[in-house]
């Protein structure tokens, strides 16, 4: 750093306004992070924390063969706050990166506050900026910013509404019937509820005539993200979804019997102590009485407090395909861009690096140099060709997986062999590609 450069605006304070900001502050900048919490909070979040992790404490995995792991990688290589943050507030989950999440959020904030380019301003942006910006607002964006987006996009664009899973106390869970085990014998980082052929029917039974918020949105056109799905809706596709999905017995075995069960409930730990564990994929809308009623019947869980419970809120996205650049940024407007899930990525390390991408850009619009993103052999290079490419009437949000990068040139039938190569290949390039567009690795790749 030589000096101090543009001032510019970061537009929110979760993971990509975070990762953004910081990006732009290493380059030289001054940075206006502007947080609207606790001025105006929004459904989901509960303090007004930089960086505050509103769903699952999961980061997922880590292992570079796994798309969730290469993407960290890529991630690290550029300097992430995000996985900074994760490394002194971590607990364990096997083969995933999870966090306590109050102890993330103050690791989040204290790196944000403590950069001496960084000032972090508490109100309500009402309007797109009119300077050089980052806007990474997320699926709860203001009503107000909301319509001016619209007003600048030409569209309403796209909306999808998102379920969270609730979390019980550790100390109400029995432990003689759950049991601590990882599939196929991993670490024993979850807790497992098993459930016989009769209960999980009767379980599925309880689920399909359980009462919902209704609200005053028609729930059977509601377009739920894929990956987030309330688990009765699940329901309503067939007995066997969840059994198939998020209850599945697959690589586990109930201690008390020898055997795999019939389908499993498991659970994740929120804090480091332990004390709070996650329903591991229940987001739902059933009304708080009914989530007592039925989540009781899950056996080891029938004398449960719930220290959350599940709920929805409304999430939006951008019609990137149709209205973005290939950066994120308004055609007309190269120094105006969106980061994190407001542009379709779907995910916490999705959106934590489109933030540090954003960075970057801006940082070189401001430069003069043309904004730059990672070839589609790497994770966050295919996450960008997804968003860029995509069919503008049927976009959808995504996640990283290694669907989205270009195929191998020749054939590995070996899942796992072909894994590694698509790894193996992708750091190469990242690496590559980071030494051409001549930005400093702060990690090899």
Not at 49 to 56: D, Y
Not at 85 to 96: C, I, L, M, T, Y
Not at 350 to 364: H, K, P, Q
């Amino acid at each position: 750093m030589t000096g101090v450069r543009d001032e510019v605006t970061v537009v929110g304070g979760g993971l990509a306004g975070c990762e953004a900001a910081l990006q732009l502050a290493r380059a030289g900048h001054r940075v206006r992070l502007v947080e609207m919490r606790p001025v105006r909070s929004t459904p989901a979040h509960q303090t007004d924390g930089l960086g505050e992790l509103v769903c699952t404490n999961s980061f997922k995995a880590t292992d570079p063969t796994n798309a969730h792991g290469q993407l960290k990688r890529e991630m690290a290589a550029l300097g992430s706050v995000l996985l900074r943050a994760a490394e002194v507030s971590k607990v364990p989950a096997g083969g995933a990166l999870a966090v306590d999440r109050e102890l993330f959020s103050q690791a989040m904030t204290a790196a944000v506050e403590e950069h001496l380019l960084i000032q972090v301003v508490r109100e309500e942006v009402p309007e797109l900026p009119d300077g050089p910006a980052v806007v990474a607002t997320g699926p709860l964006t203001s009503d107000a910013l909301s319509a001016s987006i619209r007003g600048a996009l030409g569209e309403e664009g796209l909306s999808f509404f998102d379920a969270i899973a609730p979390i019980v106390e550790r100390d109400s869970i029995n432990e003689e019937i759950a049991f601590a085990q990882g599939r196929w014998d991993q670490d024993a980082d979850y807790l497992n509820c098993p459930m016989t052929e009769a209960e999980y029917g009767a379980f599925i039974e309880a689920v399909a005539g359980a009462d919902v918020h209704q609200g005053s949105h028609d729930w059977d056109q509601v377009p739920y993200f894929e990956g987030c799905l309330p688990i009765e809706v699940m329901v309503e596709r067939g007995p066997e979804t969840l059994r198939f999905g998020p209850m599945k017995p697959v690589g586990l075995e109930d201690p008390r019997t020898g055997k795999r069960p019939w389908a499993v409930v498991q659970l994740r730990r929120e804090d480091r102590a332990g004390q709070m564990w996650n329903l591991v994929g229940f987001q739902t809308r059933l009304r708080i009485g009914e989530q007592k009623r039925v989540f009781r019947m899950i056996p080891g869980l029938e004398e449960a407090e719930f220290l959350r419970f599940g709920s929805i809120h409304r999430n939006s996205y951008l019609n990137f395909p149709g209205r973005l650049s290939r950066h994120g940024s308004l055609p007309d407007r190269p120094e105006l861009i969106f980061a994190g899930q407001l542009t379709g990525v779907e995910g916490y390390t999705e959106s934590a690096s489109s933030g540090i991408l954003a960075g970057v850009n801006l940082d070189r619009v401001l430069r003069g140099l043309e904004p730059v993103v990672p070839p589609p052999t790497t994770m966050l290079g295919g996450l960008y060709r997804y968003l860029a490419e995509s069919d503008p009437a049927h976009f959808q949000p995504m996640n990283s997986n290694w669907g989205l990068v270009e195929p191998l040139e020749r054939r590995i039938r070996n899942k796992r062999q072909k894994r590694e190569a698509l790894a193996a290949r992708a750091g190469r390039e990242f690496a590559a590609w980071m030494d051409q567009v001549g930005i400093e690795a702060r990690v090899p790749v």
